[in-house]
């Protein structure tokens, strides 16, 4: 079954920068959404970025201007650039990738682990 691996997470102090990978250990067909959602303890999943096939990337409003999702088709790679981090920034951070129907493994929604961001001086 196809896994997503993140990385890139850490503890940085406000202003800085973090890029995050999320790697696919296989490959998804028909993809039609890839993106980065945050979650806070106790709180709802947050959609951050995501790139739609055929649109541009959309980007939640307290992140736009700081943050860009890019992908690389050839290492099966999604980023997520983050600039200028604030602490509300703090959260951990997921990749999700989405299909147009299920693969061999019967998912059409693939989530990354989760890593850690840490924003705070």
């Known amino acids: 079954q196809v896994q997503l691996v993140e990385s890139g997470g850490g503890l940085v102090q406000p202003g800085g920068s973090l890029r995050l990978s999320c790697a696919a250990s296989?490959?998804?067909?028909?993809?039609?959404?890839r993106a980065w959602y945050r979650q806070v303890p106790g709180k709802q999943r947050e959609l951050v970025a995501q790139?739609?096939?055929?649109?541009?990337?959309n980007y939640a409003d307290s992140v736009k201007g700081r943050f860009t999702i890019s992908r690389d088709g050839a290492k099966n790679t999604v980023y997520l650039q983050m600039n200028n981090l604030k602490p509300a920034d703090t959260a951990v951070y997921y990749c999700?990738?989405?299909?147009?129907?299920?693969?061999?493994?019967?998912?059409?929604?693939?989530w990354g682990q989760g890593t850690q961001v840490t924003v705070s001086s």
């Open positions: 790139m739609t096939i055929g649109s541009s990337p």
């Open positions: 999700n990738v989405r299909a147009l129907m299920p693969g061999p493994d019967g998912s059409s929604d693939y």
């Open positions: 296989g490959i998804i067909s028909n993809i039609y959404a």
